[in-house]
Nanobody
Framework: QLQLVESGGGLVQPGGSLRLSCASS????????IGWFRQAPGKEREGVSC????????IYANSVKGRFTISRDNAKNTVYLQMNGLKPEDTAVYYC?????????????????WGQGTQVTVSS
């Protein structure tokens, strides 16, 4: 099965930046659409961004457009989520997930492989 591991979370002040990473030691992530999702305490998990397999097609939730950027480094078999201009409402556990095909979008039901999550806390 596809194994995903997130890293890069932490504590940051409002307006700060973090870069999250999603990696696999066994599978080539370029084959898959990779999505980032987040879940804040007491709230449903929501889609943040997705990048398609084998290409540069991307999609972002309206709440993060202009602040977050998703990208791939295939040489490192890693997908990144660069988060700038962080706000307290961005505080959540962030998960990466792999879709079953090259393009999936932001629907949680389209993803079959999930990492364990990394905590992002934005607080002054």
């Amino acid at each position: 099965q596809l194994q995903l591991v997130e890293s890069g979370g932490g504590l940051v002040q409002p307006g700060g930046s973090l870069r999250l990473s999603c990696a696999s030691s066994e599978f080539t992530l370029d084959y898959y659409a990779i999505g980032w999702f987040r879940q804040a305490p007491g709230k449903e998990r929501e889609g943040v961004s997705c990048i398609g397999g084998h290409g540069g097609r991307t999609i972002y939730a309206n709440s993060v457009k202009g602040r977050f950027t998703i990208s791939r480094d295939n040489a490192k078999n890693t997908v990144y989520l660069q988060m700038n201009g962080l706000k307290p409402e961005d505080t959540a556990v962030y998960y990466c997930a792999a879709g079953a095909r090259e393009w999936v979008g932001l629907s949680e039901n389209e993803y079959h492989y999930w990492g364990q999550g990394t905590q992002v806390t934005v607080s002054s």
